[in-house]
């Protein structure tokens, strides 16, 4: 008996809502992660940080609140599609293999996908939005890592700002 199909426009909308909310919720930690990391680097822009919540009162004092909210747009868009596609495509992939595996042996009572399917069907979900979503992960990247006033020293002018994701 073939397996009821399973829609994977449903797992695209249930991906979407799931990291949408989450990264929603968890961004003001993701961007004191972000700004750690830079600051391990070559960027002397940045301020220090003693700590986590160091981080989080000096973000606060100089920036204001929506300081920890800096690249949230695209941090949203980013996750909600990097969910909602790897979903989708990961249950299209699983879905044909399903089909091939019943045409393959139509007289097989149940059809099953092996792990090796299923490490496929991942693999294929994550390449395609690894795809789509690495333009939008730079777009957070460089918004999170802008401060106020950032001067640049080795070149003399003002660094480029990106007030909304869509900003050229």
Not at 62 to 86: D, H, N, Q
Not at 103 to 132: F, K, N
């Given at each position: 008996m073939?397996?009821?199909?399973k829609?994977?426009?449903?797992?695209?909308?249930?991906?979407?809502?799931?990291?949408?909310?989450t990264?929603?919720?968890?961004h003001p930690?993701d961007?004191i992660?972000?700004?750690?990391?830079?600051?391990d680097?070559a960027?002397?822009n940045l301020?220090?940080?003693?700590g986590?919540l160091?981080a989080l009162?000096?973000?606060?004092?100089?920036?204001?609140?929506r300081?920890?909210?800096?690249?949230l747009?695209?941090?949203?868009t980013?996750s909600?599609?990097s969910?909602?596609?790897?979903?989708?495509?990961?249950?299209?992939?699983?879905?044909?293999y399903?089909?091939?595996?019943?045409r393959?042996?139509?007289d097989?009572?149940?059809?099953?996908?092996?792990?090796?399917?299923h490490?496929?069907?991942?693999?294929?979900?994550?390449?395609?939005?690894?795809l789509?979503t690495n333009p939008?992960?730079?777009?957070?990247?460089?918004?999170q890592?802008?401060?106020a006033?950032?001067?640049?020293?080795?070149?003399g002018?003002?660094v480029?700002r990106?007030?909304?994701?869509?900003?050229?």
């Amino acid at each position: 008996m073939a397996q009821p199909r399973k829609d994977p426009k449903k797992h695209l909308v249930a991906g979407v809502a799931g990291g949408v909310i989450t990264t929603t919720s968890l961004h003001p930690l993701d961007l004191i992660k972000v700004r750690f990391q830079a600051a391990d680097g070559a960027a002397r822009n940045l301020p220090k940080y003693g700590g986590t919540l160091d981080a989080l009162k000096q973000i606060v004092l100089s920036e204001r609140g929506r300081g920890l909210y800096k690249g949230l747009s695209p941090a949203v868009t980013g996750s909600g599609m990097s969910w909602g596609l790897y979903f989708f495509f990961y249950e299209r992939a699983k879905a044909r293999y399903l089909a091939r595996e019943q045409r393959m042996y139509p007289d097989q009572a149940t059809h099953s996908l092996s792990p090796v399917h299923h490490m496929a069907a991942a693999w294929e979900g994550g390449s395609i939005t690894v795809l789509c979503t690495n333009p939008v992960w730079l777009v957070k990247t460089r918004m999170q890592l802008q401060v106020a006033q950032v001067q640049s020293q080795e070149v003399g002018h003002a660094v480029k700002r990106y007030p909304t994701m869509w900003s050229k």
